[in-house]
């Protein structure tokens, strides 16, 4: 086969995607991999489901695209009208767009033009959090605050400043209560707030469940509601990034219900489109929208691919499924199985620290001593080798290594398709126990 694509690495050759099955990808030479990550959270209803398919055949028999400098269209309405109907409390627009680091990138340029908008051009600042990830774009580079990612690209990035993460399993105090933790690790923000002026801050952003960089890290109760609280009263917009951890992977529509907090902009992509077509979203407040209604009338911002009529269709047959068979009840029930079943294989393995997350968005911490929670030695990419493992298992996961300061620490993200059963839940376990005994005798 002729070698011309440039991948995500220049070495090594990945097996051949060739077919879809429910939950499980089959390659060019017929291994079957069982999806336990859904890519990276993404391919929430597996790989072929019939109803998504039908709905993506119909909007191409009808039209594929059409520039929305010109047109909108009926998918596009209609989706954004289904995402607030679930919406939080206040959320009242939808922007569409094509990815998660696009809705990043959108929202920090929308909160930006906001305070311009309403006459307060000095607030510019965003505050987010270390170790979070929200993109790849430069924008979303530069809030993420995982430095592996975002070293080489330094001098290109926006200053933004980060706070302490909500990482309860890392950071917690003996004798100090979740709530104590929570409201001390919240408290970092009015502080740096403060300490830059709030006159001159425009947002902080924060994952609700940390995906990608920490491995499904929920925050601990009460945390979210003081983060709001803190905002409101130095009038700082909140955003939540759900691109990872929203659309129904923790067990609810949205993320942050699970805490009761409403944020003033959310960002969501992957399970919005189940993998079926590209699609993210900004969802936005009244208030924002109204403001810039009654200025300038014109988001300065925009791309060529945003509302795309066949993304837009097969987003909205996506929630369809899930709202029509259940399936978020069915996340927390698979995501309660699957948790169980986590600490019956691994939760006393001398290796394993934590076994962490809500609903079908679950992480593992590996250390090198339990009762220490000393990690591994970078060097020895233990996380790299239990991909390989798992995949050579026919296992797919998402390991990511510098879960404590982006160079140290390695975790394991699970975030399999919410049609997972009960005997593939037992299939995921037996797989991922054995890639990574495997990995450790590497």
């Known amino acids: 086969m002729p070698d011309h694509l440039f991948g995500r690495t220049t070495r090594g050759r990945l097996p051949v995607a060739a077919q879809g099955e429910g939950c499980y990808i089959i390659d060019a030479d017929g291994k079957r991999y069982l999806d336990g990550s859904g890519g990276a959270a993404v391919s929430c209803l ?43 409390e206040g959320i009242d627009r939808v922007y569409l767009l094509s990815g998660g680091s696009e809705a990043v990138e959108a929202a920090i340029k ?52 980060h706070i302490a993460p909500c990482f309860e399993y890392r950071d917690r105090t003996e ?16 502080a740096e707030i403060e300490r830059l002026g709030p006159q ?9 469940v940390v995906g990608a960089t920490l491995g499904a890290v929920p925050a601990v109760p009460g945390y979210l509601k003081r983060v709001r609280e803190i905002c409101d009263r130095h009038g700082v917009l909140l955003i939540f990034d759900e691109v990872m951890c929203g659309m ?42 109204d403001a810039i209604d009654a200025g300038s009338g014109f988001f300065q911002h925009g791309h060529t691919y945003m509302g795309h009529a066949m993304a837009a269709a097969g987003a909205s047959a996506v929630l369809r499924v899930i709202q029509e068979r259940g399936l978020l009840e069915q996340v927390r029930t698979r ?54 493992a798992a995949m050579d298992e026919g296992l797919i996961c998402y390991p990511m290594g510098g879960t404590i300061d982006g160079m140290h620490g390695d975790h394991i993200l699970l975030a399999p398709p919410f049609i997972l059963t009960e005997d593939q839940i ?10 990574i005994e495997r990995a450790l005798a590497a």
Not at 73 to 78: C, G, H, I, T, V
Not at 115 to 142: D, K, M, W
């Open 46 to 88: 597996g790989h072929s489901d019939p109803d998504v398919r039908a709905a993506l055949h119909d909007q191409l028999d009808r039209l594929a695209f059409a520039h929305t400098g010109f047109f909108t269209s009926e998918p596009a309405e209609a989706l954004a009208d289904m995402l607030i109907e679930q919406a939080p």
């Open 110 to 161: 929308l909160a930006r033009q906001y305070f311009l908008e309403i006459g307060q051009p000095q607030r510019h600042r965003v505050i987010a959090r270390r170790q979070s990830y929200h993109g790849n774009t430069l924008g979303a580079l530069a809030a993420g605050g995982n430095q592996w990612r975002r070293a080489q690209f330094a001098p290109l990035l926006a200053e933004v400043s």
């Open 175 to 190: 004798g100090e209560s979740q709530w104590e933790y929570g409201q001390r690790v919240a408290n970092e923000l009015e």
């Open 200 to 208: 001159t801050v425009m947002a902080f952003i924060a994952e609700p």
């Open 248 to 289: 129904g992977r923790t067990g609810h529509l949205f993320a942050c219900a699970e805490d009761g907090v409403a944020p003033d902009l959310i960002t969501i992509a992957k399970g919005l489109g189940a993998g079926y077509q590209p699609i993210g979203a900004l969802l936005t407040s009244k208030r924002i929208f």
């Open 335 to 388: 995501g309660a199985q699957l948790h169980n079943a986590l600490q019956a294989a691994l939760g006393q393995h001398p290796y394993v620290g934590d076994i962490r997350g809500r609903g079908l968005f679950r992480g593992l911490e590996l250390v090198a001593d339990r009762d220490s929670k000393a990690p591994f030695d970078p060097a020895r990419k233990l996380h790299a080798k239990v991909k390989a």
């Open 426 to 435: 037992g299939e995921l376990t037996g797989k991922l126990s054995r890639a």
